[in-house]
């Protein structure tokens, strides 16, 4: 059963435009929120993070929302640059629940086109 | 280069034969983990350690694999006797702090 899900594999957009990719998740437990990009024959690299008590962080061109009610968050990439294709993963953790472990959906391939 | 060092990065090996992979967190990270990623999938935690201790185990770590982290410093992760569904990237990340962690480029394997 996949706890965190990332129902779109792949996102094309047009350089300058706004990306966003979308996470949905099932375990309520969940209260940490984590974005990861990776290019090809690369480890993970963190973009970004989020705490449940917040609804939203922002750092430079990235953005994410979070919306408990709905289990859902999203990332926001404005404006999207030719750099930024790679695939991106969201990720998910329960630190009240003494894991340490991250849960990670499947990815979803961003390409921007100059 | 201050990162996640793993070693070796690329390594083919056939069925039944063991292989270790080494990784060397970031400096003073006192939190070392290792993933798993197979084709189409994310990431799979499979251990973690605070220090030496091997504090949280998955499921996906069967019997064939074992991983240590002797000093608290670098960890080595074995694979024996070796199947082809290893065939995987398998990933080290490290952190100070809890739940955001910084992962190394991997270690592909494929088991032929």
């Known amino acids: 059963d996949q706890q965190v899900k990332q129902n779109s594999p792949s996102l094309s957009v047009q350089e300058g435009r706004i990306s966003i990719l979308n996470c949905d998740y099932t375990n309520s437990m969940f209260d940490y929120f984590l974005w990861y990009k990776k290019y090809p024959a690369e480890g993970p690299t963190f973009l970004i993070s989020?705490?449940?008590?917040?609804d939203k962080n922002e750092d430079g061109r990235f953005t994410v929302f979070l919306n408990k009610s709905a289990k859902h968050l999203s990332l926001h990439i404005v404006p999207s640059q030719p750099g930024d294709s790679a695939v991106y993963f969201c990720?998910?953790?329960?630190?009240?629940?003494?894991?340490?472990?991250?849960?990670f959906g499947k990815g979803t391939k961003l390409t921007v086109n100059p | 280069d201050t990162g996640v060092s793993q070693d070796p990065r690329h390594k083919i090996t056939k069925r039944g034969q063991n292989v270790t992979f080494r990784c060397d967190p970031i400096?003073?990270?006192?939190?070392l983990y290792w993933y798993r990623q197979t084709l189409g999938q994310g990431p799979e935690f499979l251990t973690y350690f605070q220090n030496e201790a091997q504090l949280e185990k998955s499921r996906l770590l069967s019997d064939r694999f074992s991983a240590e982290r002797p000093k608290g410093s670098f960890s080595t992760l074995e694979i024996q006797r070796t199947e082809q569904g290893d065939s995987a990237m398998y990933l080290c990340?490290?952190?100070?702090?809890?739940?955001?962690?910084?992962f190394g480029e991997g270690s592909w394997l494929t088991v032929v």
């Open positions: 989020i705490s449940s008590i917040k």
């Open positions: 990340a490290s952190s100070l702090v809890a739940h955001t962690i910084y």
């Open positions: 990720a998910a953790s329960e630190p009240q629940g003494g894991s340490e472990k991250l849960v």
């Open positions: 400096s003073e990270h006192n939190r």
